[in-house]
């Protein structure tokens, strides 16, 4: 089963704040969609990365992956929402993948193991999967009163941050997104991830450890953070 990937980087990061999309943000001297990408091409196992990308800005990614030249690598036009760029990505990606990994360019540092154990995964049977990590704060569900009231306490021993990457089965995806896209038309929401889509369909995502590392970049703290993970391989 080969492995295809969308690598979603059209968003803008209008909570990052730089004046150009957060996918073009150096961290320690290459764009996030660089080493997102780089970090899918290093795990040797994908055959061939879309990414997504503001329509403005289509040259400047391509420049910015450029370098990363052991897999073939397409840059297409994003959405206005994740879940359209995702769809735009598969939309370019073909149908000769029997798996394909979803990513962010905004966790540029997800390593070759996870992607590793995510592949194995589908290829073990589990035709959605996605990394999650323990919750370390305790999760309040709050309504949207003023002021705000807690209403529920989740146990949050069963409570995981999922992260991308994120694998499916190539058709299911396919599927979940169709599925996705029709709903998003009549009642006006977009899924948060591409699992979710999965679970509307009825499916069970299967969860695997995923890692701290794989840290979504949002704030520039979290450049921050991302830049002493670098310090710490070097
Ligand atoms: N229309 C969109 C919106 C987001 N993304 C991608 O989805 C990932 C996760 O999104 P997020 O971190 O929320 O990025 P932004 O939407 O860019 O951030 P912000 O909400 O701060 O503007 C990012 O890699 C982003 O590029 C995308 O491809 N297309
Ligand atoms: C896909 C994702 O990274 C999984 O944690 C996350 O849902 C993206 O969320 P955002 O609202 O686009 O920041």
Do not use: C, N, W
Request: hydrophobic share 50%.
């Amino acid at each position: 089963m080969s492995v295809g990937a969308v690598l979603a980087a059209a968003g803008s990061g209008s909570r990052l704040g730089y004046t150009v999309p957060k996918a073009l943000v150096p961290l320690g001297g290459e764009a996030l969609v660089a080493r997102a990408a780089r970090g899918l091409a290093d795990s040797g196992l994908v055959r061939r990365i879309v990414v997504t990308a503001p329509a403005a800005y289509l040259e400047q990614v391509r420049a910015a992956v450029a370098p990363v030249s052991s897999v073939d690598i397409e840059v297409v036009d994003g959405g206005a929402t994740r879940q359209a760029s995702v769809a735009s990505g598969l939309r370019a990606l073909g149908g000769s993948d029997g798996v394909i990994l979803v990513h962010d360019a905004a966790r540029p540092l997800a390593s070759a193991d996870l992607i590793g154990r995510l592949v194995a995964a589908v290829r073990a049977g589990h035709p959605a999967v996605v990394p999650g990590v323990p919750v370390v704060d305790t999760i309040r569900a709050v309504d949207d009163g003023d002021p705000p009231r807690a209403i529920a306490t989740p146990d949050r021993s069963g409570l995981r941050a999922i992260q991308t990457p994120q694998a499916f089965d190539a058709d299911l995806l396919r599927r979940a997104h169709a599925h996705g896209a029709a709903r998003a038309d009549s009642e006006a929401v977009a899924a948060g991830d591409d699992a979710g889509l999965v679970e509307a369909l009825g499916i069970a995502v299967h969860v695997v450890p995923g890692e701290a590392r794989a840290l979504k970049i949002t704030t520039r703290h979290d450049l921050s953070v991302a830049a002493l993970y670098l310090e710490e391989d070097a």
